[in-house]
């Protein structure tokens, strides 16, 4: 058995600094061998890890003391049997994993804004590894991932990049290199590498993305898998494999039309392409061994960088888990956050998600239908910031389009990610990044709400009227009704007058798949949802 390393180590790759450094791969087992990694600047040696515990089946992990930022190196991994590996162009910096669906998947090219973002980006600091999207070990996949590499993020590499990824890398390079305390010590280097690790599919559950055992863990995990046992009971593999095919084809199909008309504008959006040609093939049909099952995501993304150092990761999912287990998605996202904090050896690994944004499709709109699952998923994601601790999410309640469940500003999402990065794991204290979350609600002459966050100043910003403020109150019957709002002179105090309701019992916010949400503080933030019984006890969010 040759000496291999993990696809991630390749040329170009960004370490984490001050932190051990874990290399990772496979030799020829045996206790006569031994694996030797030494990362180097010239011929001096920085770091330094023997390893001398290998697996039966050849597979070993060496650790080398953290090093501060810097570089570029060379990391040599040498075994006493005689194999040389090396990896050139290496940096010690800041590396973070985006995962997710969708909405982490879509490309900048893609995105609103395109145009100007990768026509103006510069060579930035920013190197992306993408591991190979696959739901399963095959052929394909290996050969994916030997030719998978870190790539240098400039105006003519940004446009396949994650488009929330892209922006969340570039405000994390300004501040921390702007910033004295985070610029790079090292003599002869003059800026900080920011390393994105991209580990996402489109329409993937939760499930997707922790293993079957930490399912079964909860009641709402084994919900998960079920459910699915139930949808593919009756499928043989082969009747699976027919369909995938099938749907392959079509996929295939509608990208060949796609072309023809990204190849005169390669900056249109998906909404822009499904509008030309038709929308696209979905969903995938579902099997035993499809990609998108339950624990197959872990096992052949995740696990394919375990337990890679790296300083935290953003989140953004939730989509697919909004029709059948809205109430279900904190209990299970709370098991798989344990769950990589332990396959990654970071009890403390800090998780950055956003909440889901506004979205109705067209066809519960015009039926006057809202089922009121989308708030009560971004209900829960807001219980995970609350109880987890380690978790801050980005509220998107003034994001969204109608419609349109990939809506195309991502820049947004990826600021507000940055923001909270920079503020809780960096310690940018003055950075505003904490929207505006309720600590009071009593009854006046109408009701009063008392907000707390990053802000002086809060701000009813409705296209419409105060009426359509997205504020609503009960009253003894539990039946909600429309509140016109206004801010008190204070700032931080919503007044609100509803008529209907005589004594009120309950207020909500921003409670609705799609509508207006008016609340924005003066620091841009956008306030978080929620619906309160008056009277109940309100506790901290961050």
């Known amino acids: 058995m040759a000496l291999w390393l993990n696809g991630i180590f390749k040329d170009g790759m960004v370490l984490q600094r001050d932190k051990e450094i874990r290399v990772f791969g496979t030799t020829d087992p045996g206790p006569e061998n031994k694996v030797t990694v030494t990362l180097k600047k010239g011929n001096k040696n920085i770091s330094k890890g023997i390893c001398t515990d290998i697996y039966d089946d050849g597979f070993f992990i060496a650790t080398l003391p953290g090093v ?40 900048l090219k893609r995105s609103e804004g395109a145009r100007k973002a990768v026509e103006s980006c510069p060579d930035t600091n920013i190197r992306f590894y993408n591991i190979p999207a696959f739901g399963n070990y095959t052929e394909e996949q290996m050969i994916a991932e030997i030719e998978s590499e ?144 339950p624990g197959a995501l872990f096992d052949t993304m995740v696990l394919r960088i375990v337990p890679y150092s790296m300083k935290g990761v953003v ?136 907000f707390e966050g990053d802000f002086s100043m809060l701000n009813i910003q409705s296209p419409f009227s105060s009426e359509e403020s997205g504020f609503e109150i009960a009253g003894t019957d539990g039946e909600f009704h429309p509140a016109e709002a206004t801010v008190d002179f204070d700032g931080r105090t919503v007044l609100l007058n509803c008529p209907q309701v005589e004594y009120a019992m309950k207020v909500r916010y921003a409670y609705f798949s799609y509508g207006s949400a008016s609340l924005i503080a003066d620091t841009g933030l956008a306030a978080i949802p929620f619906t309160i019984t008056i009277g109940n006890t309100i506790g901290e969010f961050y």
């Not at 090396?86 to 985006?98: L, M, T, Y």
């Not at 590499?157 to 405000?171: E, H, L």
Request: with cysteine.
């Open 68 to 107: 501060k930022a810097g570089g570029p190196f060379d990391l040599i991994v040498t075994t006493k049997t005689g194999d040389k590996l090396k990896i050139q162009d290496v940096w010690s910096g800041e590396v973070w994993v985006a995962c997710g669906q969708g909405n982490m998947s879509y490309p």
């Open 315 to 450: 989140f953004y999912q939730g989509e697919n888990d909004a029709d059948e287990h809205a109430d279900d998605y904190a209990a299970v996202m709370r098991t798989m956050i344990e769950e990589w904090r332990e396959s990654f050896w970071d009890e403390d690994l800090p998780f950055v998600f956003c909440q889901l944004p506004m979205y109705i499709s067209k066809e519960r709109k015009y039926m006057g239908y809202d089922d009121m699952k989308w708030p009560r998923l971004r209900l829960s994601q807001e219980k995970v910031a609350r109880t987890v601790p380690g978790t801050y999410m980005a509220v998107l309640s003034d994001c969204g389009e109608f419609d349109n469940v990939h809506p195309t500003d991502k820049k947004t999402p990826g600021d507000r990610l940055a923001q909270l990065a920079l503020r809780f794991v960096y310690g940018f204290e003055t950075l505003p990044a904490i929207s505006p979350y309720v600590i009071d609600v009593r009854r006046g002459d109408g009701v009063e709400i008392s």
């Open 150 to 293: 870190w790539i240098s993020i400039n105006k003519d590499t940004c446009g396949d990049m994650s488009a929330v990824a892209f922006y969340f890398g570039r405000k994390l390079e300004k501040y921390l290199n702007d910033d004295v305390d985070y610029q790079n010590t090292a003599e002869g280097d003059t800026h900080l590498k920011i390393g994105i690790i991209g580990c996402y599919m489109d329409g993937t559950s939760i499930a997707s993305w922790q293993s079957m055992e930490s399912l079964y863990n909860t009641v709402e995990g084994r919900r998960y898998l079920e459910e699915y046992a139930e949808l593919t009971r009756y499928k043989s593999d082969e009747e699976y494999e027919l369909e995938e095919k099938a749907f392959r084809e079509a996929q295939e199909e509608h990208e060949s039309k796609a072309q023809r008309y990204l190849s005169g504008n390669p900056y249109l959006s998906y909404f822009d392409i499904d509008s030309l040609v038709g929308p696209a093939p979905w969903p995938p049909p579902v099997g035993r061994t499809s990609d998108r099952r």
